[in-house]
T-cell receptor
């Protein structure tokens, strides 16, 4: 799986939008971009994923650069509950681990702090 | 029910003890995973079970022994652990381990301390 680069930490104010960047300059054409987050004292949770087009769901939006070498996770209105470590992960659609390729390879992630 | 449960929440054991971690899901998922997470580090994959068969072992020492008795349950048997094995052990499941885009659902983890 190709590697990703994220800032170690970011700060946001409550009720303001947050843009979390991720660089993946070696991304291949079959790599999907996934985001997970891990709240304090909890297991990671899925946020969103995409391939080429921007994606929206109830939690966030994912903006993918035209060359796909970077992407941005957008939280439209940060709340205190959004304080977490956010992981950007690339998943190659074509890789086959002999029948089970669901494993995730986590990078260091971005620790998001939200100030009231 | 979209929950993965793990027991116990906390476990303290000596290096000569034998203990087991348990994980359960009732979402009908056929892939289950064990991850290890050291403090302030990202989770690292240990084992993957697909359709109750072990499909990935990421070179984990034999003192960790996974078991998948049925599609809803996943165990991790611990024996002769070392203090450096102290970590948060996370269980996850996904609908079908043969597809790489299935969302993984994680449990809250078991905080293990080895004395």
């Amino acid at each position: 799986d190709a590697k990703t680069t994220q800032p170690n930490s970011m700060e946001s104010n409550e009720e303001e939008p947050v843009h979390l960047p991720c660089n993946h300059s070696t991304i291949s054409g079959t790599d999907y971009i996934h985001w997970y987050r891990q709240l304090p004292s909890q297991g990671p949770e899925y946020v969103i994923h995409g391939l080429t087009s921007n994606v929206n769901n109830r939690m966030a939006s994912l903006a993918i650069a035209e060359d796909r070498k970077s992407s941005t996770l957008i939280l439209h209105r940060a709340t205190l509950r959004d304080a977490a470590v956010y992981y950007c992960i690339l998943r190659d659609a074509n890789m086959n681990y002999g029948g089970s390729q669901g494993n995730l390879i986590f990078g260091k992630g971005t620790k998001l702090s939200v100030k009231p | 029910d979209t929950e993965v449960t793990q027991t116990p929440k906390h476990l303290v054991m000596g290096m000569t003890n034998k203990k087991s971690l348990k994980c359960e899901q009732h979402m009908g998922h056929r892939a289950m995973y064990w991850y290890k997470q050291k403090a302030k580090k990202p989770p690292e994959l240990m084992f993957v079970y697909s359709y109750e068969k072990l499909s990935i072992n990421e070179s984990v020492p034999s003192r960790f022994s996974p078991e998948c008795p049925n599609s809803s349950l996943l165990n991790l048997h611990l024996h002769a652990l070392q203090p450096e094995d102290s970590a948060l052990y996370l269980c996850a499941s996904s609908q079908d381990g043969t597809r790489r885009h299935n969302e993984q659902f994680f449990g809250p983890g078991t905080r293990l301390t080895v004395l």
